[in-house]
């Protein structure tokens, strides 16, 4: 059971707009903040938001981060088949003392 | 070109050990903390441990506390992970990844090695 949840699944049809959830506690996303990882099928994960909504160097600007309170999202706008993958937030926890990943959400371009 | 280059995995009988290794090339070694990240079959991203750039402070996961040790060797730009009393459930990609600002967020990451343990 991961410290942060996210939905396992969602779904889009191409030039749509998805939103994905990651909900935590005050111990990790209420008090550090959230990164975001794709990973598509196959490969190692690469990191795709940080700081809760920074953009690294070449990731497009139609995917965007936000934090909450205790909870963050990856919104994901025009969106496209190269899409398809597994998305995974994670953020510090201040109690484990360690990096705590959501489960991962797997996202179906239709 | 940034790259890291994990080694060291295969298969491994329950209560064995094994030693990961990561060459890193392109960048700084010593100047980045460093973390492993594992992934099981069909499962998400575990992370695993994590050491600072010096070496002189580690951090595990609760799940392989005791069993575990992260290490580096700067000298060498590599970064190591040694594994003893293995366990089914330490079937798993092993991931090392290269921290960027603080430890959740990796920026560069490596191709990954198996690990299975089975008897």
């Known amino acids: 059971q991961s410290l942060l949840t996210q939905p396992p699944s969602t779904s889009g049809t191409p030039g749509q707009m998805v939103t994905i959830s990651c909900s935590g506690s005050?111990?990790?996303?209420?008090?550090?903040?959230v990164n975001w990882y794709q990973q598509l099928p196959g490969t190692a994960p690469k990191l795709l938001i940080y700081?809760?909504?920074q953009r690294p160097s070449g990731v497009p600007d139609r995917f965007s981060g936000s934090k909450s309170g205790t909870s963050a999202s990856l919104a994901i706008s025009g969106l496209q088949s190269e899409d398809e993958a597994d998305y995974y937030c994670a953020a510090w926890d201040d109690s484990l003392n360690g990096v705590v990943f959501g489960g991962g959400t797997k996202l179906t371009v239709l | 070109e940034v790259q890291l280059l994990e080694s060291g995995g295969g298969l491994v009988q329950p209560g064995g050990s094994l030693r990961l290794s990561c060459a890193a090339s392109g960048f700084s070694f010593s100047s980045y903390a460093m973390s492993w990240v594992r992934q099981a079959p069909g499962k998400g991203l575990e992370w695993v441990s994590g050491i600072t750039d010096s070496g002189g402070s580690t951090y595990y996961a609760d799940s392989v506390k005791g069993r575990v040790t992260i290490s580096r060797d700067n000298s060498k730009n590599t970064l190591y992970l040694q594994m003893t009393s293995l366990r089914a459930e330490d079937t798993a990609v092993y991931y090392c990844?290269?921290?960027?600002?603080?430890?959740?967020?990796?920026?560069?990451w490596g191709k990954g090695t198996t690990v299975t343990v089975s008897s």
């Open positions: 005050s111990s990790n996303i209420g008090g550090n903040t």
């Open positions: 990844a290269k921290r960027r600002i603080r430890w959740s967020c990796m920026d560069v």
């Open positions: 700081n809760n909504s």
